[in-house]
């Protein structure tokens, strides 16, 4: 018998802060976090601003017990950002685990607590790399490969892989919150989050686990990082000088590229009746979900054709696994990303599910605020959908001015009736999800 699985905690990570108060509030005035990069000179960097959150917003050290404190130091940076998102996810749900103070039992059984977590392809620290790269030096300054490989690989710092393994997010998460149950690492881009999510949604359907810990984070404010999406061709060219918080305009016929920023979010995924016999009140109920792959014709992922089947399939299995027609969608979370080629596949996939309606059919857009966040970019969407259901609220939207046939331009939150939201996203390799909650 199918366990039906709900959204009782949200966790989001951007740079507003930790937690959903702080995301909500921001996206409902209609405020961005986009701005000059700090984290280190991007003067040689074709896009020069991010959303990056300031320091004082977030220590690991704070939000992890005493005795896991030494751990920090083999944390990279996306790491740090997952467990303070499932610290964050843990405290909105009420639930007690390994990490919380005091001598009562766990709210739900370890060995039935999962865990999935999108990741992307982790940047070493620069000045960590160079260090040891420096060893390997030649009289005449040149690199020697030969002699890295031999020797000058010894010189990285104790420990050095486990900071960059995509699925140490996982690994310290379910340390930290003593999660034994089904745990897996998916690494595919900007759909990773909503594929943990339906992974999720699976294992608790199927019984395998009471709850689950999903969704995903990244840290892309690295020059290494940033270089390859500047390859890619997907940023927008800028450095700063104009307004950075109005870089970013989905699907605007004068979109110019994405943004980056660092974040992401982890959601306490949970049986219903687990959730109501502990008496917790969910956000949503995980109702639909569906993957797919498109075709990418450059081979490598960096854009897909405008009239992409896979990715309007996404959203048709979705639907369909909801039991939910077009028409019974009240509002929409897209990718949203202002790479033209990409919203341009997006909003056709919209037009030809949702007809007409495209046209009058509320997208709630994310990325002006909070900056693409890969990996962790999904379950940011989904922490802000789960919200708008149980708020029956729609945030403000920013900056995009024509954006023809969809709801999309730039308009101030207003209250909304709002029972089906669907979150769809596609990703630099090609990979699609869409997920429809239910507001409870």
């Known amino acids: 018998m199918s366990c039906p699985a709900v959204i009782t905690g949200l966790g989001p990570i951007t740079a507003f802060g930790v937690g959903i108060d702080p995301l909500w509030s921001a996206m409902l005035a209609g405020r961005s976090a986009i701005k000059r990069i700090e984290a280190f000179d991007p003067g040689g960097f074709d896009c020069q601003i991010a959303a990056e959150m300031p320091p004082d917003l977030f220590n690991v050290k704070k939000v992890v017990p005493k005795s896991y404190r030494k751990a920090t130091k083999v944390m990279c940076r996306d790491i740090e950002l997952a467990v303070g998102a499932a610290a964050a996810a843990v405290e909105d749900a009420g639930l007690v685990t390994k990490a919380s103070e005091g001598e009562a039992e766990p709210t739900i059984d370890p060995a039935r607590f999962g865990c999935?977590?999108?990741?992307?392809?982790?940047?070493?620290?620069?000045?960590?790399?160079?260090?040891?790269?420096?060893?390997?030096?030649?009289?005449?300054?040149?690199?020697?490969l030969g002699h890295w490989g031999a020797h000058g690989m010894e010189n990285l710092t104790p420990l050095w892989l486990l900071k960059y393994l995509p699925n140490m997010l996982a690994c310290h998460v379910t340390i930290v919150h003593d999660c034994r149950g089904p745990s897996n690492t998916i690494t595919c881009c900007e759909a990773s989050s909503a594929l943990s999510l339906g992974e999720s949604m699976r294992v608790i359907e199927r019984g395998a686990a009471d709850a689950c810990l999903s969704g995903g984070a990244e840290y892309k404010l690295n020059p290494m990082a940033l270089l390859r999406q500047q390859f890619a061709g997907r940023l927008a060219r800028t450095n700063g000088e104009e307004d950075p918080s109005k870089v970013v305009r989905p699907f605007d016929s004068r979109a110019c590229g994405t943004v980056i920023g660092e974040g992401g979010g982890i959601l306490v995924i949970e049986s219903r009746e687990v959730a109501e016999r502990r008496g917790a009140r969910p956000y949503a109920q995980v109702i639909g979900f569906a993957a797919t792959q498109s075709h990418c014709p450059d081979t490598v992922g960096l854009s897909i054709p405008a009239a992409d089947e896979s990715l309007t399939n996404a959203v048709r299995l979705a639907l369909d696994h909801a039991g939910l027609a077009p028409g019974d969608v009240d509002g929409l979370v897209p990718f949203g990303s202002s790479i033209p080629a990409i919203d341009a596949a997006e909003a056709h996939a919209i037009r030809t599910v949702f007809g007409d309606r495209a046209a009058s059919l509320p997208l709630v857009t994310t990325i002006p605020n909070v900056g693409n966040c890969a990996a962790g970019n999904g379950a940011i969407g989904l922490s802000v959908a789960a919200k708008a259901l149980r708020e029956q609220r729609l945030p403000a939207r920013l900056h995009t001015e024509d954006a023809e046939g969809l709801d999309a331009n730039a308009g101030p939150a207003r209250d909304a009736d709002l029972k089906h939201m669907l979150i769809l996203t596609t990703s630099q390799g090609g990979q699609n999800a869409a997920v429809v909650l239910k507001g409870l």
């Open 116 to 144: 999935h977590i999108g990741a992307g392809l982790i940047a070493s620290d620069i000045n960590e790399l160079a260090a040891a790269l420096m060893t390997s030096r030649t009289d005449d300054g040149r690199f020697d």
